[in-house]
């Protein structure tokens, strides 16, 4: 079964430094990976997509996919304490219709 | 706006109680989906529907059914709810079907089951 692993489960940073979270999954199948934010007692909403190895930017959010580590990694710039939340890994393979999510890392910044 | 709304936002019921969740995209897309997230933040697909067809049902208890009227909307009911229910239940919609096509969620609904 496919599996999604996240870490770290929480973290703790200062305005303005970087964040950097990652996951890591069971095979090198999928070929999409995203990253999502959800706020409390919100839905999710979807930072950046990636679909290749290497680096993409969607504004301060950078996601890095190495499929031969089985890894995504996702750096947050010069972070705000409204980018406070859970992120969310999901992983999707395209012949099973379906995404697979982590159990996220609980990002906290403080001013 | 275009967006994935979902009613209500809270539901709060007793074990054996039937329930029903709405959802409804303004997005013009032609898939949508019910996740259940647990407690410990867990997501996972429950139903996907693709032009009002059924195309993925993961394993779910028969309790549970989604109801399509158009591409717009999807909602679901329980039938009988137990404890383990209590979760939020997220909806959203896709432009096409398959894990590549971008998901937009909806603020999920919150079920409480005493």
């Known amino acids: 079964q496919q599996k999604v692993q996240q870490s770290p489960e929480s973290l703790t940073v200062s305005e303005g430094a970087m964040a950097s979270l990652n996951c890591t999954f069971s095979?090198?199948?999928?070929?999409?990976f995203r990253w999502y934010r959800q706020h409390s007692g919100k839905g999710l909403e979807v930072l950046v997509s990636?679909?290749?190895?290497g680096e993409k930017e969607e504004g301060r959010f950078t996601a890095h996919l190495n499929r031969a580590s089985l890894h995504v990694s996702l750096h947050i710039r010069e972070p705000q304490p409204s980018d406070s939340a859970v992120y969310l890994c999901a992983m999707g393979a395209g012949n099973t219709r379906k995404l697979i999510f982590g159990l996220g890392t609980t990002l906290q910044v403080q001013p | 706006e275009t967006a994935v709304f979902q009613t209500p936002n809270y539901h709060v019921t007793q074990v054996g109680n039937e329930v029903s969740f709405n959802c409804k995209q303004t997005?013009?897309?032609?898939?949508m989906y019910w996740y259940k997230q647990d407690s410990k933040k867990l997501l996972k697909i429950m139903f996907s529907y693709n032009n009002k067809q059924l195309i993925v049902n993961e394993t779910v208890p028969r309790r549970f059914s989604p109801q399509s009227s158009d591409k717009a909307h999807l909602n679901l009911r329980i039938k009988s709810v137990e404890p383990e229910d209590s979760a939020v239940y997220l909806c959203a919609s896709s432009y096409g079907l398959g894990a590549s096509y971008e998901q937009y969620f909806g603020p999920g609904t919150r079920l409480t089951v005493l």
């Open positions: 990636i679909f290749s190895d």
């Open positions: 095979d090198g199948t999928s070929d999409n």
């Open positions: 997005l013009g897309h032609d898939t």
